[in-house]
């Protein structure tokens, strides 16, 4: 089994700036790449962005140049700094894993439980 657990949402002002972190642990071999969705009220789930285990990004244009996304490999955690932050930005952030783990050696798509970003005007 898998965990991820995510930590550091919470409520900013507009203009202001938040962490995510996102820790995977558990039976794991390998992860491969890692990144974050957000899912909006009364919207679908979105892609924010996702890095390779080499480190390279890939963002949503909606969020270039605002949100950077990085990754400690030593400790299988993932962030997303958030930088610039508008009330548009306010959704629930899902982290990922395309994990391997020790026993199937197989690929397979953890998630994390969701943390909630709220920005104020």
């Known amino acids: 089994q898998v965990q991820l657990v995510e930590s550091g949402g919470g409520l900013v002002q507009a203009g202001g700036s938040l962490r995510l972190s996102c820790a995977a642990s558990?039976?794991?071999?390998?992860?491969?790449?890692m990144g974050w969705y957000r899912q909006a009220p009364g919207k679908q789930r979105e892609l924010v962005g996702s890095?390779?285990?080499?480190?390279?990004?890939n963002y949503a244009d909606s969020v270039k140049g605002r949100f950077t996304i990085s990754r400690d490999n030593a400790k299988n955690t993932v962030y997303l700094q958030m930088n610039s932050l508008s009330p548009e930005h306010t959704a629930v952030y899902y982290c990922y894993a395309e994990t391997i783990a020790l026993d199937t050696l197989a690929p397979k798509r953890y998630w994390g439980q969701g943390t909630q970003v709220t920005v104020s005007s």
């Open positions: 890095i390779t285990s080499g480190g390279s990004t």
């Open positions: 558990g039976s794991i071999f390998s992860i491969n790449a």
